[in-house]
């Protein structure tokens, strides 16, 4: 019998039973419409895996376990035309004219989805060029490819996103990797699939569909694009750390292991009902992805109460929909009822013993519930309390983990010891958790990932108390390849808004989001540092993703290996986001210049301050003078009135230390003393200068030369602490040998040869790479840093971070300032693209050439060698 080579004249598609939903029933009419000839036929689940048992038996295995319906569905298709050729087709597909002269002489024909596709987050993070859509497939019966889809199923099927599993991705790499003897016609997509998903269309901007050439259009009603939430790895097989108190006073703390309550639950334990109660007034979009938090809860028995008091009943028709008998809704009149009124009726409609508090505009891990509820039961408490939370703001491109404390919103508890909310308009879940936590037993678990705090503008509290949240986080990534590569891990567990991926991946081309003109008093906000949790607060892991380094001498413990600078990139490497453009007005500045003998250099330091262009009313200055010979101290008064006329604030120090130089200013013995005068020079001007101003950067007094935006370029890498490439010459070798990385392998090194009167001093290049050796990289994580030119957070200083004057870790002056930051969890950044030049000179001089410290280093490593 010959075999066919032509597609056989009938439409298939896919159902999960024989009603076609409403909203599909004129897409489905329009292929019947336009192929009256054609057969049609609609197959249900139960058929598609009838099909599969009588002739594809061998792929049961893998058909009954996957995890979504969606899977059976797009693999049954396969199978399909595999049997009986024709079209397959989604319901969510209109045909605009009949297809016959397209498919004449074709043995299969696909369709690829639009290219803006590709550069949505979901697709990007596949690496795959092109797209093929699986909405249309037409194929002749036994067609070779189809048994090479086959194959691909299965090799694919542990995949737990469906993309990638059993879906688009899937089949583009399919189409890429067919054997030779399969012929495959791929259309364009103006032929079939001319219209952008919705997600795209959002991002990139809708366009007509061409349908004097389009066969066909989907309509993307069941849209991939916009939602990327799909299974993740479970926290199963994991310890999660603990701690539980009874009646304030702690009482325990360890290591759970959440597998055996999860057993006891498969093998038929009761699970109790827990009530999540949601409370929601106006916030459409928000509640909405709540619900999707709640509907891929994982715990067996839950429901979900909600309360609304909203103008319309928008919210009302969308739970109607969903037709869900786990989602009970009470509509109330908007009478102004406070917070914890409304909360008060959510637990009354409760029918649950326990409940959760389920805000409408945060993020919920599938887990939550069953994490939370395997802790209560398993160590018989009344409640449980997440220990941390993550923190999203999606405007300003931040994302943190919370410190330690007891978060109220993520309270599951037992009803019967809850007490009633005070009828108070926020701040009501504050008294009631105080109110468990004293009654019973609690336990607090340190899974931040389970509950993600948001941040949107609209909140029941504002702006600087969610910013206070980061500045007591215990790690933060701001906007940039870690902050996105988070949010895409994100996203393989919560329902994201396609928008906040995409803008997550597109370097920022301006200041700081949400900083406007009248918010620069806000701008410390803007770039919070990081705090370990306070001692005793939580013996918890370092946040997902930090890992302790080995220990090297002079250098504090950081998030990553020596020498190795990461943010959360596989490089080490992460881009910096570009200076933002000078405006009418910025965070105030405050340049601090300690001096010394410094009459050559004043001109052109002055020179070179006045052609900053960032706003003179934005910058004050600030100079300390000590210890000159060469009438400094008089010119310096001289120069005070013109300064004090173009910018902000002028403050002038005089502090004599004593010291003198008796040799070359690079000797290693000298190196202590020196070092240890400036650190206390340095200090004497920050008590004395620094006033409401948000940043300080320190600058050089014998630095020649600097781009007029290198305030702008500095506070455009978004970190507490910045430095720029400090060389001897444009485009020359690093002159400041403080800035360093240290090498991957410098834990192994000896480094007690090197240890001169408590500090090291190690020739130039032993363990340590400087910032030329990170030429084309926008930005770097460092070990160390110098003082030539140094941007830093004027609130870490108010905080206590100041340069040490005697060894710190083995380090003194601005090496110890960067091994005290990182112990305070701060990391340190340079930019080795921007550079300040500071040409080499010996002998005499400014106090502040900080420099040459390395320099002498290096003279001395020479002889050495």
């Known amino acids: 019998m010959a075999e066919q080579r032509d597609i056989t004249p009938i439409i298939h598609q896919i159902w999960h039973d024989k009603d076609v939903p409403p909203r599909c029933q004129a897409w489905v009419e329009s292929w019947r419409r336009h192929h009256p000839g054609w057969e049609y036929r609609l197959w249900t689940q139960v058929e598609c895996r009838a099909l599969l048992a009588e002739h594809y038996r061998w792929f049961l295995p893998i058909y009954d376990r996957y995890p979504e319906g969606v899977m059976r569905a797009e693999a049954g298709r396969y199978f399909i035309l595999d049997r009986f050729g024709g079209v397959y087709v989604d319901l969510d597909f209109e045909c605009l004219r009949p297809v016959d002269a397209l498919l004449a002489g074709q043995e299969l024909v696909v369709g690829l989805e639009p290219q803006e596709h590709v550069q949505l987050l979901s697709a990007h993070r596949s690496g795959l060029p092109r797209l093929v859509g699986t909405g249309f497939l037409a194929a002749r019966p036994g067609h070779p490819f189809l048994a090479h889809v086959h194959r691909q199923l299965v090799g694919s099927h542990t995949h737990s996103s469906s993309l990638d599993a ?368 306070a001692p005793g607060a939580a013996e918890s892991p370092p946040a997902p993703g930090v890992a302790e380094s080995a220990s090297v001498p002079g250098v504090a413990k950081s998030g990553s290996a020596p020498g190795v600078a990461v943010s959360g990139s596989a490089s080490g490497v992460a881009e910096s986001a570009p200076a933002p453009a000078p405006a009418a007005e910025r965070p105030s500045v405050l340049v601090l210049t300690p001096v010394k003998d410094a009459v050559a250099f004043l001109p052109r330091y002055l020179e070179n301050l006045r052609a900053l262009d960032y706003p003179r009313d934005a910058v004050s200055v600030g100079l300390l003078e000590g210890d000159s010979h060469d009438g400094t101290w008089e010119a310096l008064r001289d120069a005070l009135p013109a300064l004090e006329a173009e910018f902000r604030r002028v403050t002038l120090v005089r502090r004599h230390f004593g010291f003198q130089l008796t040799g070359p200013r690079w000797e290693p013995a000298a190196q202590r003393q020196r070092r240890s005068v400036l650190a206390r020079s340095r200090n004497q001007l920050l008590s004395r200068a620094l006033g409401e101003e948000e940043w300080v950067l320190w600058l050089d007094v014998d630095v020649t030369d600097y781009p007029p935006d290198l305030i702008q370029r500095l506070l455009g890498a978004r970190e507490e602490i910045v430095v720029p490439h400090c060389v001897a010459e444009p485009g020359g070798p690093t002159f400041d040998l403080n800035t360093f990385v240290l090498h991957p392998n410098a834990a192994a090194l000896d480094w007690s040869r090197w240890l001169r009167d408590g500090i090291l001093q190690p020739p130039r290049g032993f363990g340590r790479s400087y910032l030329e050796d990170w030429r084309g990289h926008e930005r770097v994580r460092v070990d160390a840093v110098g003082g030539t030119a140094l941007l830093v957070h004027a609130n870490l200083h108010r905080d206590g971070l100041v340069f040490p004057t005697v060894p710190y870790r083995e380090l003194i002056e601005t090496e110890g300032l960067a091994a005290l930051a990182q112990d305070m969890g701060v990391e340190c950044w340079a930019l080795p693209g921007v550079e300040v030049v500071h040409p080499r000179h010996w002998g005499g001089g400014p106090l502040s050439r900080t420099g040459e410290a390395g320099l002498g280093a290096e003279a001395q490593g020479s002889v050495d060698r």
């Open 166 to 533: 059993t879906g688009t991705f899937m089949l583009t790499r399919a189409v890429d990797q067919a054997p030779g003897d399969c012929r495959i016609t791929v259309l364009a997509a103006r032929t079939l699939y001319p219209l952008l998903s919705p997600a795209a269309a959002e991002l990139f901007g809708d366009r007509p569909v061409d349908r004097d050439h389009a066969y066909a259009v989907h309509h993307w009603a069941d849209s991939w694009g916009r939602d990327v939430s799909v299974p993740a790895q479970s926290v199963a097989g994991r310890q999660i750390p603990f701690w539980t108190s009874q009646d304030l006073r702690p009482r325990a703390k360890g290591g759970l292991d959440l597998d055996p309550q999860r057993e006891r639950w498969a093998s038929g334990a009761p699970a109790p009902t827990v009530s999540c109660l949601m409370v929601t007034k106006d916030r459409l979009s928000w509640a909405m992805r709540a619900l999707r938090c709640f509907l891929a809860q994982t715990y067996p028995s839950v429901e979900l109460v909600v309360v609304d008091d909203s103008a319309d009943g928008a919210l009302e028709d969308h739970v109607r929909a969903l037709a869900d008998p786990r989602i009970r809704f009470r509509r109330l009149l908007p009478e102004g009822r406070t917070l914890g009124e409304l909360r008060n009726i959510a637990v009354d409609l409760a029918t649950g013993p326990y409940v959760c508090q389920w805000d409408d505009d945060d993020l919920y891990d599938p887990e939550r519930v069953e994490v939370q509820m395997a802790a209560l039961l398993g160590l018989d408490a009344t409640a449980c309390f997440l220990a941390r939370e993550r923190l999203w703001w999606p405007k300003r491109r931040l994302l943190a983990v919370s410190g330690a404390r007891v978060w109220e919103g993520s309270m599951v508890c037992a009803k019967e010891v809850l007490p009633r909310y005070p009828a108070q308009r926020r701040g009501e879940d504050t008294p009631v958790a105080e109110a468990v936590l004293r009654a019973g037993r609690v336990v607090s678990v340190d899974a931040p990932e389970l509950y993600t705090y948001v941040y949107h503008g609209n909140n029941t509290f504002d702006e600087p108390h969610f910013a206070g949240l980061f500045d007591a986080a215990t790690h933060v990534w701001v906007s940039g390849p870690a902050y996105a590569g988070h949010l895409r891990a994100m996203a393989a567990r919560l329902p994201l808004d396609p928008a906040d991926l995409v803008q997550a991946e597109r370097p920022p081309t301006g200041p700081a989001p949400d900083t406007a003109p009248h918010a620069a008093a806000d701008a410390p906000r803007l770039l919070p540092h990081a705090r370990r949790p």
